[in-house]
């Protein structure tokens, strides 16, 4: 058996490694474009964020007349931007979301991992039919609902059209998680001597925890990215920062403020993406989860 | 899969009239576990019926009353009433009060709106699926610095989109790095086709990556076993592509484009922000919220009608190009 495992191996390296050679260039040439198509246009947001207004334009690809201003711009309040209370507002919203699509999405996600029951496929398809429902088709109902009852411009007019796509996200994501889990562990617990609850904090949690972190981070990333929704129902004093960035006021009126907007931009988008650097192996997993296997 | 065993066996036994010991507490864990189940499941469902099933039969409701307003016959300032599928005729037949909408107003753009958003659809899917797949099959490979360039495409997929707009708009801009890079003088977001250019590059800029790790995902459930069979058949590259690669990575494949398209029907961020929908960039999202403002009952109906579109190019999807995301989720992962 180990012969003819380990026999065609040794018989074709040498006539592979000299084709391989030139296959691994081009991948390595192939990587390099992915590399400079992906960060490329994220780098030039964060160079002009850094570049002094008069040189707005300026193509050098190394960051030259760098200054802080474009940052102070965006939190000078004298020009009518409120990035701070923008920041605020934008974490409550999401910051909730999160919260309320994970606290009650772990139950129904459990349900769908581990049950036996009729009309599974049914709800499962519910779920994910919701998951792909059109915000635009909630907006005007809620639109007008909202302004009847008083609610326009409040966070829980942001937050409960948001919990329409967090919740079945979460929820899908959570349940292709719960699968993977040894659940038999907690079985094997009991039998050690366990009890329930010692089963459940010293052999579940730890299990679950991570999963639900992943779970959290991207109903965040969903939520915070969200602007049809706000950029309707929203008012001053509760504009998230993505409706802030895209009616940004400058320095100059009457003129498009692009390194105060690029610096705004890096603001909401360095902890997100160190974030999701961090974070890397588990968050591909989570957006991966039960579209594939 | 293995989780509907007891079911099948059960109904098996029942159907062959054997009998089966233990068939009494199956039955009855069968029962406790589909009541735990209800009970799990209800938060979720409910919540969900209120954020989203409560709107939208509020919205088909409203669809069917008329838009307050002048009467043009009477003069007077006149609230709503039953309007039976005007605001529909309004849409999708182009009448306004009776006649023929003018040109300019919203009414009148519904066809091209329609229009437009299936060519962002078609036109950003196609190219995030050939670029998506050319990413994954580069990052499915072994080489050093793979994992630099697996985190480096979720910087994009990170990026907000209102800020991507924001991004590209600048890069875009007429005295902008894209002009200077290749040398035009190209007025991007002013006129219809560059301004439907710069959104379709900014928008495969932003979801390529989500499409390149949902296929990789499945390029790495083939095993390597099978290209190595194929290899020593005499298979060329080409053929090990379209023979193996391509039919085993298919459902990945569809499940990934159905989740693009779906999400590019509703495209509103980035025109919105872009373009604000000039040069014939408005979606149908971005008619609709237009309309809001204009008039509730008539935006609720486009609402529906593109709620509807929606719905119907996902029922094509997993009704005919077999785009089983259901299958998928809940398929056992213990396999």
């Given at each position: 058996?180990?012969?003819?495992?380990?026999?065609?191996?040794?018989?074709?390296?040498?006539?592979?490694?000299?084709?391989?050679?030139?296959?691994?260039?081009?991948?390595?040439?192939?990587?390099?474009?992915?590399?400079?198509?992906?960060?490329?246009?994220?780098?030039?947001m964060?160079?002009?964020?850094?570049?002094?207004?008069?040189?707005?334009?300026?193509?050098?690809?190394?960051?030259?007349?760098?200054t802080?201003?474009?940052?102070?711009?965006?939190?000078?309040?004298?020009?009518?931007?409120?990035?701070?209370?923008?920041?605020?507002?934008?974490?409550?919203?999401?910051?909730?979301?999160?919260?309320?699509?994970?606290?009650?999405?772990?139950?129904?996600?459990?349900?769908?991992?581990r049950?036996?029951f009729?009309?599974?496929?049914?709800?499962?398809?519910?779920?994910?039919?919701?998951?792909?429902?059109?915000?635009v088709?909630?907006?005007?109902?809620?639109?007008q609902?909202?302004?009847n009852?008083?609610?326009?411009?409040?966070y829980?007019?942001?937050?409960?059209?948001?919990?329409?796509?967090?919740?079945?996200?979460t929820?899908?994501t959570?349940?292709?998680?719960?699968?993977?889990?040894?659940?038999?562990?907690?079985?094997?617990?009991?039998?050690?001597?366990?009890?329930?609850?010692?089963?459940?904090?010293?052999?579940?949690?730890?299990?679950?925890?991570?999963?639900?972190?992943?779970?959290?981070?991207?109903?965040?990333?969903?939520?915070?990215?969200?602007?049809?929704?706000?950029?309707?129902?929203?008012?001053?004093?509760t504009?998230?920062?993505?409706?802030?960035?895209?009616?940004?006021?400058?320095?100059?009126?009457?003129?498009?403020?692009?390194?105060?907007?690029?610096?705004?931009?890096?603001?909401?988008?360095?902890?997100?993406?160190?974030?999701?650097?961090?974070?890397?192996?588990?968050?591909?997993?989570?957006?991966?989860?039960?579209?594939?296997? | 899969?293995?989780?509907?065993l007891?079911?099948?066996?059960?109904a098996?036994?029942?159907?062959?009239?054997?009998?089966?010991?233990?068939?009494?507490?199956?039955?009855?864990?069968?029962?406790?576990?589909?009541?735990?189940?209800?009970?799990?499941?209800?938060?979720?469902?409910?919540?969900l019926?209120?954020?989203?099933?409560?709107?939208?039969?509020?919205?088909?409701?409203?669809?069917?009353?008329?838009?307050?307003?002048?009467?043009?016959?009477t003069?007077?300032?006149?609230?709503?009433?039953?309007?039976?599928?005007?605001?529909?005729?309004?849409?999708?037949?182009?009448?306004?009060?009776?006649?023929?909408?003018?040109?300019?107003?919203?009414?009148?753009?519904?066809?091209?709106?329609?229009?437009?958003?299936?060519?962002?659809?078609?036109?950003?899917?196609?190219?995030?699926?050939?670029?998506?797949?050319?990413?994954?099959?580069?990052?499915?490979?072994?080489?050093?610095?793979?994992?630099?360039?697996?985190?480096?495409?979720?910087?994009?997929?990170?990026?907000?989109?209102?800020?991507?707009?924001?991004?590209?708009f600048?890069?875009?801009?007429?005295?902008?790095?894209?002009?200077?890079?290749?040398?035009?003088?190209?007025?991007?977001?002013?006129?219809?086709?560059?301004?439907?250019?710069?959104?379709?590059?900014?928008?495969t800029?932003?979801?390529?990556?989500?499409?390149?790790?949902?296929?990789?995902?499945?390029?790495?459930?083939?095993?390597?076993?099978?290209?190595?069979?194929?290899?020593?058949?005499?298979?060329?590259?080409?053929?090990?592509?379209?023979?193996?690669?391509?039919?085993?990575?298919?459902?990945?494949?569809?499940?990934?484009?159905?989740?693009?398209?779906l999400?590019?029907?509703?495209?509103?961020?980035?025109?919105?922000?872009?373009?604000?929908?000039?040069?014939?960039?408005?979606?149908?999202?971005?008619?609709?919220?237009?309309?809001?403002?204009?008039?509730?009952?008539?935006?609720?109906?486009?609402?529906?009608?593109?709620?509807?579109?929606?719905?119907l190019?996902?029922?094509?999807?997993?009704?005919?190009?077999?785009?089983?995301?259901?299958?998928?989720?809940?398929?056992?992962?213990?396999?």
């Open positions: 058996m180990a012969a003819t495992a380990t026999l065609p191996r040794t018989a074709t390296a040498p006539a592979r490694r000299k084709r391989f050679d030139w296959g691994q260039v081009r991948t390595y040439i192939s990587a390099l474009i992915i590399l400079v198509w992906c960060l490329l246009p994220a780098y030039w964060i160079v002009t964020a850094f570049r002094d207004t008069a040189f707005t334009f300026d193509s050098s690809f190394w960051p030259t007349h760098v802080w201003d474009n940052f102070a711009t965006v939190f000078d309040e004298s020009l009518g931007n409120h990035f701070g209370r923008n920041l605020l507002n934008s974490l409550i919203v999401a910051g909730v979301t999160t919260v309320v699509a994970l606290v009650v999405g772990v139950f129904a996600a459990y349900a769908l991992a049950l036996n009729r009309f599974k496929f049914a709800v499962m398809g519910f779920i994910l039919g919701a998951s792909m429902f059109p915000g088709a909630l907006v005007t109902p809620l639109f609902l909202f302004t009852i008083g609610w326009m411009g409040s829980q007019a942001m937050i409960i059209p948001d919990i329409s796509f967090t919740l079945p996200l929820v899908y959570l349940t292709s998680f719960f699968r993977e889990m040894p659940w038999e562990l907690e079985e094997s617990a009991r039998i050690d001597g366990c009890t329930q609850g010692q089963a459940f904090r010293k052999i579940i949690l730890p299990l679950a925890a991570p999963a639900t972190f992943t779970t959290a981070i991207l109903a965040f990333i969903g939520a915070w990215n969200e602007f049809l929704i706000a950029s309707q129902l929203s008012s001053d004093a504009r998230p920062v993505t409706v802030a960035i895209a009616y940004f006021a400058g320095a100059q009126p009457h003129q498009e403020p692009y390194t105060a907007v690029m610096a705004a931009g890096t603001i909401v988008t360095v902890p997100l993406v160190i974030l999701v650097l961090v974070f890397q192996r588990k968050i591909v997993a989570g957006l991966t989860a039960g579209a594939v296997k | 899969m293995s989780t509907k007891p079911e099948r066996t059960q098996k036994a029942k159907a062959e009239g054997h009998h089966m010991p233990g068939r009494e507490s199956a039955d009855r864990k069968q029962v406790t576990q589909g009541r735990w189940a209800s009970l799990l499941l209800l938060p979720t469902l409910v919540l019926a209120i954020v989203i099933i409560y709107p939208v039969v509020n919205a088909i409701i409203m669809s069917f009353q008329k838009d307050a307003g002048l009467n043009a016959a003069g007077f300032f006149e609230q709503g009433g039953a309007a039976g599928f005007d605001n529909y005729a309004h849409w999708l037949l182009q009448q306004c009060n009776g006649q023929a909408c003018p040109p300019g107003t919203i009414g009148s753009q519904f066809w091209s709106a329609f229009g437009t958003t299936f060519f962002f659809t078609v036109v950003t899917v196609a190219l995030e699926t050939v670029l998506g797949f050319w990413m994954a099959i580069i990052m499915a490979r072994s080489f050093r610095g793979r994992s630099a360039v697996r985190a480096a495409v979720l910087v994009p997929w990170a990026i907000p989109t209102a800020v991507t707009a924001k991004l590209w600048f890069i875009f801009a007429f005295d902008g790095i894209a002009n200077k890079l290749f040398g035009t003088q190209i007025l991007w977001t002013g006129s219809e086709w560059p301004a439907k250019w710069a959104i379709v590059i900014s928008d800029w932003k979801t390529t990556p989500f499409m390149a790790l949902l296929i990789l995902a499945g390029l790495q459930l083939i095993p390597d076993e099978v290209y190595e069979a194929a290899k020593v058949d005499g298979a060329t590259a080409w053929q090990r592509f379209t023979q193996i690669t391509l039919p085993l990575v298919k459902p990945a494949l569809m499940v990934a484009v159905l989740f693009r398209v999400d590019a029907l509703r495209m509103f961020d980035l025109p919105y922000i872009m373009t604000q929908g000039a040069n014939n960039t408005t979606t149908l999202s971005i008619l609709v919220v237009d309309q809001i403002r204009e008039g509730f009952n008539s935006a609720a109906a486009l609402s529906t009608i593109t709620f509807i579109v929606i719905f190019v996902a029922f094509i999807f997993v009704r005919f190009l077999g785009a089983n995301a259901v299958g998928a989720a809940t398929s056992s992962g213990k396999k």
